[in-house]
C-alpha cells in the first residue's frame, strides 16, 4: 500500500475520532447549544490580605464569606492561609536556620513539608466565618476558594489599637491579585509613616516598579525600581525611603513588570490616626467616591490624571436630597502627571455624601484617578479613613465583618436611578438572613437602613445587588467607640464593588474544516 494511501486512512481515521468525541462531549444546553454567550460562575478566585500591624497592640479580626448561589453547593473549598514573611533584614545565617528548621519537619512517614493548616476557612456557602489574632505577628494571608465556594468569595480584616502612630480602626477588604494599581492620597510628610504592602500569590517570585507622583510631577527615585516579591510573601515598603523631600499628597502608581501582586498602602499618622487606603479604581472620565460619613469634620480631595492631556472636572457632592457643587470647588483642574489635592472641610454638612467628578463640557473624557481622606472629631479625638474611587457594585458586591451596631451602608446612584436589594446574611455564630429592596434616586446618596438577621449572633456580610436602573456605587463604614477606643472617633470605610462571581463564556463549536487545511 502505498504511504499517500495510508495518509489517507490515517487522516480519516483521526477524523472520525474527533468526530465521535466533539458528539459526545456537545453540551445539550449552554453557549455552544444556544450560539450565545452566557454568564456562567467563576470556579476559582484568589484573594490576598495585608499584614495587619506592626502594633503589639493591635487586635485585629478576619472574617470570610460565600454568598448562596444557584451553584451547586456539594463541592468547593475557600481557605487562607499564612504567607511567608519578607526576608528583608535577615542574614545568611537566618536563612540557613529557616531552611534547617523547614527540612526538620518529617513526619513519621519520612514525608516533609506538610502541607499548611488554614488559618480561616469557608465551609458553606451563606455562612460566615471568623478568626482573630492580635499583637504585631498577625500575617499576611493568601487565598483561594475553588468550586461552589469561588462565586462572590470574600474576606475582611478589621483592626484596631489605641495608641502609637495610626491608633483607630483600620479596615480592608482582601483583594484579587493584579499587574497595576494607583493610588492618590499617599504621603511622605513628616508626620505620616505610609507603607506599601505587595503580597505575591504565586511560586514565582513577582518583580515590581513603584513612581511616586507630587504636586510638581513626578519624583526622581531610582530605590522604587525591580522590587523583589518573594514567592508566597509579602514584603512592605516605607514611600519615605523612596525619594528625599517629604511630599505632603501623593500618587503612587505601582505596575508588576512580571508576576502579579496584591497592592495596599497603610498609612499611619502621628495626630489623626490611620487606616487602609486601597487602590484607586481604573483611570475613568468620571469617578465616584461614595459614603462620606455625616459628621466628617474635614475632607480633602486628591486627584490625579495619568494620562498625557489635562483634565477639567465639575466636582459635585450626592447627598440624600440631590446634587450641588461645594461652594468655591465647583470645578478641578488637574495638570497631566501632577498630583491636586483640595481641601473640602466639612462639606457633608452633617448629612452623608459622596463626590462625584465628572468631565466638563470642552475637557474632553481625560481618565483621572482619585481619594479622599475623611477625618471624624476634633482635637486629640481626630481619626481618619480614606475612601478611593470606587467601580459601581454591577451585579453583586459582598463586603463582610458587620456588627449589630456601628455599621452604615451608602448607596450612590450618579446617573440613572436604581433599584438595589440588600441581604444581610446569617451572623458568624447563628441567626437568620434577611433582605430588603432600596430606592435611590438619581444623583442622590441613600443612607439604607439595613436589615438586620434575625436572632443574629455575631457578625454578618451584607450583599448588595442592582436589580434594575443605575449604575450605583456603595460603600461600607463600621465605627468603634465607647470604652474599646479609648474616646477616639474610630472608623473605617471599605467600597463594595462587583465580587466578579461570574464570567462571560463565549460560544463554541466544533468546526471540522481545521483538520482539511
Known sequence: MKRTTLSLIAAGAALAAVTSVA??????????????????????????????????????????????????????????????????????????????????????????????????????????????????????????????????????????????????????????????????GASTAEDRSDYLHLTNPDDAAAVVDIELYGKDGALDSEVGEGIQVPPRSSVPVLLSTLTGKPQTNLTVHVTARSGRVAAAVQALDQKVGGDWLTPSAEPSASVVLPGIPKDATAVRLVAFAPGSADADLKVSLAGPNGSLSPAGNETLHLKSGMTTAVDLADVTRGEPGSLVLTPTGDSGDTPVVAAVRVIRGKGAEQESAFIPAARPVGDRATVTGNGAKGTYLSLTAPGKAAKVRVTASAGTGGGTAATKTYSVGAGRTLAADIPLPDSLKGTYALTVETVSGGPVHASRTLTLSGAAADGISMFTVQNLTDDRGTVTVPAARPEMGVLLD
Do not use: M
Request: hydrophobic share 35%; glycine share 10%; net charge negative.
Open 23 to 184: 458528539a459526545v462531549a456537545a453540551p445539550e444546553e449552554g453557549p455552544a447549544a444556544t450560539g450565545k454567550a452566557a454568564q456562567q460562575p467563576v470556579e476559582r478566585t484568589s484573594l490576598l490580605c495585608p499584614a495587619p500591624s506592626s502594633s503589639e497592640l493591635a487586635e485585629t479580626t478576619y472574617t470570610a464569606f460565600t454568598p448562596k448561589t444557584e451553584v451547586s453547593a456539594d463541592s468547593g473549598t475557600a481557605a487562607l492561609v499564612p504567607a511567608a514573611r519578607s526576608l528583608a533584614g535577615k542574614d545568611d545565617k537566618d536563612d540557613k536556620n529557616d531552611k534547617e528548621e523547614k527540612d526538620g519537619k518529617d513526619d513519621k512517614d519520612g514525608k516533609k513539608g506538610e502541607e499548611e493548616k488554614p488559618f480561616l476557612a469557608v465551609k458553606k456557602q451563606g455562612a460566615p466565618v471568623t478568626a482573630e489574632e492580635n499583637g504585631s505577628g498577625a500575617p499576611a494571608l493568601i487565598g483561594l476558594a475553588e468550586g461552589s465556594l469561588a462565586p462572590g468569595w470574600s474576606a475582611q480584616q478589621t483592626t484596631h489599637f489605641t495608641a502609637g502612630a495610626g491608633r483607630g480602626l483600620h479596615g480592608a477588604v482582601c483583594s484579587a491579585p493584579d499587574t497595576d494599581f494607583w493610588f492618590p
